[in-house]
């Protein structure tokens, strides 16, 4: 715990001006980010009297090591970069909501030549038209389906698409007419394109004029008695007013605006959020989150409004969004939003009639997630804290272990053999430091020299990072680690490098208080044999073994045995499990790319386009084997000297075996790359072993 005089700044260092400050922990890691209108006066009251500070501000100031600020010129700035520093070092002790679900949005991808009508979730993509968010993903099917008769948007997957398109036959829906079908040619690219604009403005609440111009258009052909269109258009209004209906009108001047409601106590805070489109609810969503700091609900708003519209623009960012309770100051996060709209945005709290009421009902949905969020928390952090405890008493721990890794070998029947490394920090999953490894000092299957070599290059990357950042003296093991200034030892990366002088996390920079292998006592003693060679005595070490989950902890004859109903198990169970998830996946991975592989990913110096480019002009592999030289050199990009390796290399493979359909006991003729073919176009059906043969481990 460090003492905060031991890094406060004098008075007369700090500017007095807008800013936003910075404070790291020893490791130079950023732990909290925040703004201010004067940095002088708001770094001032971090360094008071230690008993006057509320106990999160207390626990933030001590576990800081230094602090550092950035002068800005407008208290707007300092919100923007705020807010872009918070998305980009995720600072523990800042306010963060957590979405209690991956909600799904109804998405145009307008971006494309022919724009599909998809359910989407995660991250947003550029030139793609949201509407949203829902509760369910049936909600959103269910409305669809009764718009795809008005609006016959396509909906296929891109090889639904691409296949319909090379045999000239629609799918079921351009036959029922629920698709324009421009897959063959029905509709032309930009009429495809208007339908889809004409679908997107009807989501977007601009209802009024489409109806009345069906209506209108219903009425013409009624007095041209061409009945049978007047009926479509009639039950084609019937299906637009059945789609309206499930969004009951809640503001009746047809209102573009996000109500935004606050639930909160002294450790937690709900947001709910009602997106209204032209009077309709067209999305809910909601956030929970805990007050790692002192914050009021004005300061709660201002971060669910960064979060709701941080990396939107447009008409994304609503006309009017109505709050509990304004930021202070309001005017910069006003102005914030303007230049995120391109226009005025009124941010305000509503005083009375329908948009006071239906602030109530947020009101009310914040409350009860909130109440439900607690049932479900209070056990989860009290069972956390004493899964901990348990573990930290059963290996004699000093204290319980706040970050806890866990390693696990995959492989199958000896080939791909691969490692994970999962992190979890106080019982819960850190995804982002995941790590995964290929073994590559040796051949074949050797579970425990597997974790050896793994847990020796994971912590000599630690032990470089410490010698680097000067927190270690001794650099004789360190330089080990690095070659001409690049991991030496293969692993391979889930996350980009990043920079410690930044203060984001560096790759293997932090060390566990625990070690958790998957085996028994010969790959806990392979983990400790490591540490122990690195140097490194301060790291505990144990060991999970599946059969009748013991915990083996290194030089004991007999493990430790945790009582089936012990939270500590359970914890360690979950850790376990999820490293042996994280490694298969990757080992799965390697292995599906390995059967992939065909005969021209041999040949030296082709690449992916130039094999793309063969198979596209020759159909196949089979036909590019039968071909000649001077044939091969046709296709662009092929000089002779390429021609000739690939003919060398084809002759060289083995045709592979032709694959069987299971169910007709036909064979398969390889006519194309779209059979069972990868990228070669080779089918890969035979030959591709039974996982049923090998264990993976």
Not at 56 to 70: L, Q
Not at 405 to 414: A, K, N, P, T, V
Not at 530 to 557: M, N, Q, S, T, Y
Not at 654 to 666: D, H, K
Request: proline letters at 5%; aromatic letters at 6%; one cysteine or more.
């Amino acid at each position: 715990m460090a003492d905060p005089s031991s890094y406060r700044p004098s008075p007369g260092e700090i500017p007095d001006s807008p800013g936003v400050y910075r404070f790291r922990d020893e490791h130079r890691r950023v732990i909290y980010v925040g703004k201010a209108k004067s940095l002088r006066q708001r770094l001032a009251n971090y360094f008071q009297d230690l008993a006057n500070l509320h106990p999160r501000t207390r626990t933030m100031v001590t576990t800081a090591a230094s602090v550092e600020w950035t002068v800005v010129s407008t208290e707007v700035e300092a919100l923007q970069l705020e807010y872009s520093w918070i998305k980009e070092y995720d600072p523990r002790f800042n306010v963060k909501y957590r979405d209690d679900k991956s909600y799904p949005y109804l998405a145009v991808t307008m971006n494309e030549q022919f724009p599909r009508v998809q359910v989407m979730r995660g991250h947003k993509k550029k030139g793609v038209r949201y509407f949203g968010p829902y509760a369910h993903a049936w909600a959103i099917r269910d409305t669809v389906d009764l718009l795809l008769r008005v609006f016959p948007v396509r909906t296929c997957s891109a090889g639904v698409f691409k296949n319909a398109a090379r045999t000239g036959r629609p799918c079921l829906l351009g036959y029922i007419g629920k698709c324009s079908a421009p897959c063959v040619g029905r509709i032309s690219p930009e009429d495809h394109q208007d339908l889809a604009e004409d679908f997107c403005d009807f989501m977007a609440g601009r209802t009024g004029a489409y109806l009345r111009r069906l209506e209108k258009r219903m009425m013409e052909a009624a007095e041209e008695m061409e009945y049978e269109r007047a009926g479509r258009l009639r039950d084609d209004i019937e299906a637009l007013k059945k789609a309206m209906e499930k969004n009951a009108v809640v503001l009746a001047d047809a209102t573009d605006a996000d109500l935004i409601a606050v639930a909160e106590d002294e450790l937690e805070a709900a947001v709910q959020i009602f997106h209204v489109r032209g009077g309709r609810v067209r999305g809910q969503r909601g956030w929970v989150t805990d007050k790692v700091e002192e914050v009021t609900t004005g300061a709660l708003v201002e971060h669910a409004l960064q979060q709701l519209y941080g990396e939107e623009s447009g008409d994304a960012v609503p006309r009017e969004v109505l709050v509990p309770a304004l930021p202070e100051p309001v005017e910069p996060v006003q102005e914030w939003l303007a230049g995120r709209r391109g226009s005025n945005v009124s941010l305000r709290i509503p005083q009375r009639g329908d948009k006071k009421a239906l602030m109530e009902t947020v009101q009310r949905n914040a409350q009860q997630a909130l109440a439900l969020h607690k049932t479900k928390r209070a056990s989860d952090l009290t069972t956390r804290s004493r899964a901990l405890e348990e573990i930290a008493d059963a290996l004699e721990l000093d204290s319980a272990p706040l970050r806890i890794e866990c390693y696990d070998i995959s492989h199958l029947q000896g080939d791909d053999v691969v490692a994970s490394m999962v992190v979890f920090e106080d019982g819960l999953q850190r995804k982002s430091e995941y790590r995964r490894f290929q073994i590559k000092g040796f051949a074949g299957q050797d579970d425990v020299r597997s974790m050896h070599e793994v847990i020796t290059r994971r912590f000599r990357r630690y032990l470089a990072e410490k010698e680097r950042t000067g927190e270690w003296a001794d650099g004789t093991v360190a330089e080990e680690a690095l070659v001409d200034g690049a991991p030496a030892d293969g692993t391979e990366e889930i996350t980009n490098s990043l920079k410690d002088d930044d203060g984001r996390p560096r790759k293997f920079a932090y060390p566990p208080q625990l070690v958790v292998v998957d085996g028994g006592r010969p790959q806990v003693a392979a983990a400790r044999r490591a540490l122990d060679e690195l140097g490194i005595d301060d790291i505990a070490v144990c060991g999970l073994a599946k059969r009748l989950e013991e915990v083996w902890v290194p030089g004991e004859d007999d493990p430790v045995v945790l009582p089936r109903t012990s939270e500590g198990l359970y914890l360690l169970q979950r850790i376990r499990d999820e490293a042996h998830r994280f490694a298969i996946t990757y080992q799965r991975t390697k292995r599906a790319k390995r059967f992939r592989a065909g005969p021209l990913d041999e040949v030296p110096g082709l690449g992916e386009t130039r094999k793309q480019a063969l198979i596209k002009h020759f159909g196949s592999v089979k036909k590019l084997r039968s071909a000649t030289i001077e044939q091969i050199q046709e296709v662009p990009g092929i000089g002779r000297k390429t021609a000739e390796t690939i003919a060398v290399a084809l002759a060289q493979a083995a045709p592979a075996a032709p694959a069987v359909n299971t169910a007709t006991g036909e064979i398969i003729e390889d006519e194309g790359p779209g059979t069972t073919g990868g990228s070669s176009g080779e089918p890969v059906t035979a030959g591709v072993p039974d996982e049923r043969r090998g264990q993976e481990t």
